[in-house]
């Protein structure tokens, strides 16, 4: 079975700063694909960025980029000039490829709550 | 931004009434999911949906029911509301196909 694990419950960073999440995983399968989900107090979930196991770039978005380790099963989030808005818990979370068919289901990490001070 | 909407945002209610919390989605999505999440804690499957006329209970046992006549709306049921059913649901869809799901700005539901 896949698991996510996020090893950091909490993390903060001050603004301006980098600041890098940590989440590994356990899989069998070859092509799967990674989220980055945030959360922020007011509660709704937002993809932050998405990363398809058969690629080996590493996907980014703006200040938001992954360090994507296929053999060691890893996906960190790295947030470069971290800003007040990016205060939120952030979760790490996977996915079966499309022949698994329904099964396709996310596995979700326990979350990380990142705090950035002013 | 994804249009995915819930309703109520907040419910304070209590024990044994019978509640439905609203989830509908404007985009057309064949696939939609209603997750359990209680404060600071992990996201729990309790129900997901194909497509209109499926529905298929999800990883974490819940007692609520739900129901897809339509494809853009999936309300979830609790018939007898408990103390214990005291959490937020956050309603998300997807494309069939699609691996990215999105989410509604879940309901915060408090059983007295």
């Known amino acids: 079975a896949q698991t996510v694990t996020q090893s950091q419950p909490e993390m903060s960073v001050q603004e301006a700063e980098t600041v890098t999440l940590s989440c590994t995983y356990d899989t069998s399968e070859n092509n799967y694909y990674l989220f980055w989900y945030k959360q922020p107090p007011s509660r709704q979930m937002i993809l932050v960025i998405r990363q398809e196991a058969y690629k080996q770039q590493n996907a980014t978005e703006n200040r938001f980029s992954v360090n994507f380790q296929k053999a060691a099963k890893s996906f960190s989030l790295k947030i470069s000039d971290s800003q007040l808005g990016d205060t939120a818990m952030y979760f790490c979370?996977?996915?079966?490829?499309?022949?698994?068919?329904?099964?396709?289901?996310?596995?979700w990490g326990l979350g990380t709550s990142l705090a950035v001070n002013p | 931004e994804a249009d995915i909407y819930q309703t109520p945002r907040y419910l304070v209610i209590g024990t044994g009434k019978k509640i439905t919390l609203e989830c509908s989605q404007t985009m057309g999505h064949d696939k939609m999911y209603w997750y359990q999440q209680d404060p600071g804690m992990e996201l729990h499957l309790i129900h997901y949906?194909?497509?209109?006329?499926?529905?298929e209970k999800g990883d974490l046992s819940s007692e609520s029911t739900v129901s897809r006549i339509r494809t853009e709306h999936f309300p979830l049921t609790l018939e007898s509301a408990r103390p214990s059913h005291t959490s937020q649901y956050l309603c998300?869809?997807?494309?069939?196909?699609?691996?990215?799901?999105?989410f509604g700005p879940g309901t915060r539901l408090t059983v007295l």
């Open positions: 998300a869809s997807s494309e069939y196909w699609a691996d990215t799901q999105y």
């Open positions: 979370a996977f996915m079966k490829p499309y022949n698994a068919g329904n099964n396709r289901k996310l596995i």
């Open positions: 949906s194909y497509g209109v006329n499926s529905t």
